[in-house]
């Protein structure tokens, strides 16, 4: 028996034999092509379109999220930048194949060299890339082996094209060798509920055959265990299937306390699952979907006919929704500036919408029209607010335009150390965690050089949220939690011990946070949360709880 540590993507754990991802295409070899540039261009072109059209016809069929990051894909297939490098390749004599092969390996490299975000999409281009090579070639693109019976999946990493279309009567779990916590195998594995533990790292002890259990809950693959190993893990996955298929009931503390478990959506589109695992409303609604691929702001007619269309799947329930907030990493032609050095502390969020003024009032007209239209209980709050003087002006503007509940993101240290302030001007606070740990480290999320800075269990965050809360409980006003810390069950019991009121996060996730709640009362949550605060890093203070959670 041994131990590979990676990545958990979720609560889960399964066991079963190891069938490993097929070998890539080989490489093609660098030689003089026979045929005209002319002919292999049309060649290579005909390859792009189609492996686009596969991707997308894939999205199609699995959407959510899935179909975002299929059409991310296809549109990276068939960009101008790679398509001009493999012309430049072609007309030097190369084959189509070698011109595909060495501009998408050049461009990867690239994005490598980026880090973060962007370096986790080298995967995916070397993807696209087997695929383009595979259509020239005649042959079928490597993909998932079909054993003929259950299986745990191992590869270096999985392409998007193939994680969205795993048979999960067939796959237990995944394994990657590569990738990390952002790259797209951990983001469709979480929004599939797939047990996943990505970033373990090569070995050989990981060959077709092998048995092994994949614990998501501590990141750990066990290679060859024992029969109690098994049985241990047997029995979890048995119990966490039977919580997953018991009645929905609303989120609470073992003593009765209500912590409603509320979901966060990117679509009207997610609505309906959300409802179905248990999402007592909403928490977080991003807006910006209906702005991204535009040039021009959409009007107030169809942001008030998507609205609606949310609203409507929760009716008597509250559903918040944040104003758009662009900028940093969403920039939009026609609202923020270009050319910032550090747009993360540029105009952004309500920074940007202050200045393109017309703008949010349309939203919040379109807001109100669409509340008019519904039974929802609408909420509304503003991205990246600083100051004070900032949450009064929302909640004033929001006023006018007749929104009942106003409030704000608390995404930057500043308010939450003057939250009793904000409270005095607006109606709610919800702390966007992933915000509020970029900015309280001084730490870029979408940069994977300083990743590791990037946990909210940091001492220094929980101090934050804490003051929010203690805030929250002197002025009456509710504290939700937004981020990604409330997915993790132990983390969201703490929030809860540290004054947040309600909880939102990936409707995958209530399952087991609503579990996790029950097991502890309010006292419990509030002790833990001391133990978590009281340290001095991110991994003690998570220690920390954990210790004081089974004691």
């Not at 754990?13 to 490489?27: D, K, N, Y």
């Not at 792009?48 to 894909?73: I, S, T």
């Not at 340290?535 to 920390?544: G, L, T, Y």
């Amino acid at each position: 028996m041994s131990e590979l540590r990676g990545v958990g993507i979720g609560q889960g754990v399964a066991h079963g034999p190891i069938a490993r991802m097929a070998a890539r295409l080989e490489p093609p070899r660098d030689e003089k092509s026979t045929k005209t540039p002319d002919d292999e261009k049309a060649a290579v072109a005909e390859a792009v379109a189609a492996v686009a059209a596969e991707l997308n016809a894939r999205g199609e069929r699995a959407g959510g999220a899935a179909r975002d990051v299929l059409e991310a894909q296809a549109m990276m297939a068939e960009d101008p930048t790679l398509e001009e490098g493999v012309h430049a390749r072609i007309d030097a004599g190369s084959t189509g194949e070698w011109a595909v092969h060495a501009a998408f390996a050049e461009f990867a490299e690239t994005l490598q060299a980026m880090g973060g975000y962007l370096g986790e999409r080298a995967a995916d281009l070397a993807d696209v890339a087997q695929r383009v090579i595979a259509h020239l070639r005649g042959v079928s693109a490597p993909g998932v082996p079909d054993p003929g019976h259950p299986f745990v999946l191992v590869a270096p990493d999985l392409a998007p094209a193939d994680t969205v279309l795993l048979d999960l009567d067939k796959v237990l779990a995944v394994v990657t060798t590569e990738g990390g916590p952002t790259s797209h195998t951990a983001i469709l594995a979480g929004d599939k509920g797939i047990v996943a533990v990505v970033g373990t790292g090569e070995t050989d002890e990981l060959v077709d055959g092998a048995t092994v259990i994949v614990d998501a809950a501590s990141g750990v693959v066990t290679v060859d265990p024992s029969d109690e190993q098994l049985a241990e893990a047997a029995e979890r996955a048995a119990a966490r299937e039977a919580a997953a298929s018991a009645p929905v009931t609303p989120g609470a503390l073992a003593d009765g306390t209500p912590v409603p478990l509320l979901a966060n959506l990117g679509n009207p589109d997610g609505a309906a699952e959300a409802v179905a695992l248990g999402a007592e409303g909403v928490g977080l609604f991003r807006t910006e979907f209906l702005f991204l691929s535009s040039e021009e702001a959409p009007t107030v007619e169809s942001q008030t006919a998507s609205y609606t269309r949310l609203l409507e799947a929760f009716p008597g329930k509250k559903v918040v929704v944040r104003a758009l907030d662009a900028g940093a990493d969403k920039p939009l032609k026609f609202l923020t500036d270009a050319g910032e050095e550090n747009p993360a502390l540029g105009r952004r969020g309500l920074r940007a919408l202050r200045h393109h003024e017309e703008v949010l009032r349309d939203q919040l007209t379109a807001l109100a029209n669409a509340e008019a239209a519904t039974d929802a209980d609408l909420w509304v709050m503003a991205p990246m607010v600083a100051t004070v003087e900032e949450a009064d002006y929302f909640t004033r503007i929001a006023r006018e335009h007749g929104i009942k509940t106003a409030g704000v993101m608390i995404e930057v240290p500043s308010v939450a150390l003057l939250a009793d302030a904000v409270f005095e001007v607006t109606d709610f606070g919800s702390v966007g965690t992933n915000d509020l740990v970029q900015y309280t480290m001084a730490a870029d999320r979408m940069l994977g050089s300083v990743s590791s800075y990037q946990d909210p269990w940091h001492p220094a965050v929980l101090r934050l949220i804490a003051e929010i809360g203690r805030a929250g409980t002197r002025r009456g006003k509710p504290v939700g939690i937004c981020g990604q810390a409330a997915a993790d069950p132990l983390l969201a019991v703490v929030l809860v011990g540290l004054g947040a009121t309600t909880l939102s996060m990936s409707p995958p996730a209530l399952v087991d946070v609503r579990a996790e709640l029950k097991k502890h009362t309010l006292d419990d949550a509030r002790r833990i949360a001391e133990a978590a605060v009281a340290a001095s890093d991110a991994a003690s203070a998570r220690a920390a709880a954990q210790a004081a959670a089974s004691a």
